[in-house]
């Protein structure tokens, strides 16, 4: 499942945003991936040893923890540190799969990688190419948001970044081991979850809804990790 959540930020906010990241420093993009995929890599990345770098990743996070389509989604359990990365022209990222694990480097813990998120910190009148392209079981899903907006894909789809051809495409990314491992079943629950409130919203908490919101919730109990 593809999940686009519009404006996790408004404009002003990625401004500010924008303005941090420029302070840098950016690194080699390659040195946060796997072997496999820092061949596909070609790309710089906000280093995590910047003094700004914490600040700047909770606030990545704290956005996406107070949507309610983030949490009803993805069902978080971890989420690993926001990164951002950078694409100028040239600048790619091939074809891969995500590390199914990852070590959250303020905890030592290793993270298992449901879902990847991208929340898109330049508008795409900025640059040209850099489209991120999913791959999955329903076929080629081309991505290019507004600034501020998120896009939620599976970790274990294929996807890459298209090479920039102008402009400059910047973005935060991160991981999210989510309380249901499967994501069928985790679209399932969403589903019912965004039918329930919709439900709500044209009758009210009638009995037979609040029924239904129990099955929501013991189902997350009998799938949940
Ligand atoms: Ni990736």
Same mark, same amino acid.
């Given at each position: 499942?593809?999940?686009?959540?519009?404006?996790?930020?408004?404009?002003?906010?990625?401004?500010?945003?924008?303005?941090?990241?420029?302070?840098?420093?950016?690194?080699?993009?390659?040195?946060?991936?796997?072997?496999?995929?820092?061949?596909?890599?070609?790309?710089?990345?906000?280093?995590?040893?910047?003094?700004?770098?914490?600040?700047?990743?909770?606030?990545?996070?704290?956005?996406?923890?107070?949507?309610?389509?983030?949490?009803?989604?993805?069902?978080?359990?971890?989420?690993?540190?926001?990164?951002?990365? /950078?694409? !100028?022209?040239?600048?790619?990222?091939?074809?891969? @799969?995500?590390? *199914?694990? $990852?070590?959250?480097?303020?905890?030592? &813990?290793?993270?298992?990688?449901?879902?990847?998120?991208?929340?898109?910190?330049?508008?795409?009148?900025?640059?040209?190419?850099?489209?991120?392209?999913?791959?999955?079981?329903?076929?080629?899903?081309?991505?290019?948001?507004?600034?501020?907006?998120?896009?939620?894909?599976?970790?274990?789809?294929?996807?890459?970044?298209?090479?920039?051809?102008?402009?400059? /495409?910047? !973005?935060?990314?991160?991981?999210?081991?989510?309380? @249901?491992?499967? *994501?069928? $079943?985790?679209?399932?629950?969403?589903? &019912?979850?965004?039918?329930?409130?919709?439900?709500?919203?044209?009758?009210?908490?009638?009995?037979?809804?609040?029924?239904?919101?129990?099955?929501?919730?013991?189902?997350?109990?009998?799938?949940?990790?």
């Amino acid at each position: 499942m593809l999940l686009h959540i519009p404006e996790v930020f408004t404009k002003t906010q990625v401004l500010e945003l924008r303005r941090a990241l420029d302070a840098g420093p950016w690194v080699d993009g390659a040195s946060s991936a796997g072997p496999l995929a820092a061949e596909a890599k070609h790309n710089m990345q906000f280093s995590t040893e910047s003094p700004h770098y914490a600040a700047l990743s909770q606030t990545i996070m704290t956005a996406l923890e107070r949507q309610p389509l983030f949490v009803s989604a993805a069902l978080p359990q971890h989420i690993l540190p926001p990164m951002f990365n /950078r694409y !100028a022209v040239g600048n790619t990222y091939g074809d891969h @799969v995500d590390n *199914a694990i $990852q070590m959250d480097r303020r905890t030592g &813990l290793r993270v298992r990688t449901d879902i990847s998120v991208t929340v898109f910190l330049s508008e795409p009148e900025e640059y040209e190419g850099g489209e991120l392209i999913v791959e999955d079981t329903y076929g080629s899903h081309e991505v290019k948001l507004a600034a501020g907006d998120a896009i939620l894909y599976p970790s274990s789809s294929l996807h890459r970044v298209e090479k920039i051809t102008a402009g400059e /495409r910047v !973005a935060s990314f991160l991981w999210v081991q989510s309380l @249901v491992s499967d *994501a069928w $079943q985790r679209s399932m629950l969403f589903n &019912l979850d965004m039918t329930l409130l919709k439900l709500r919203s044209q009758v009210g908490n009638t009995e037979e809804i609040v029924a239904l919101t129990g099955h929501y919730h013991n189902l997350i109990r009998q799938w949940a990790d």
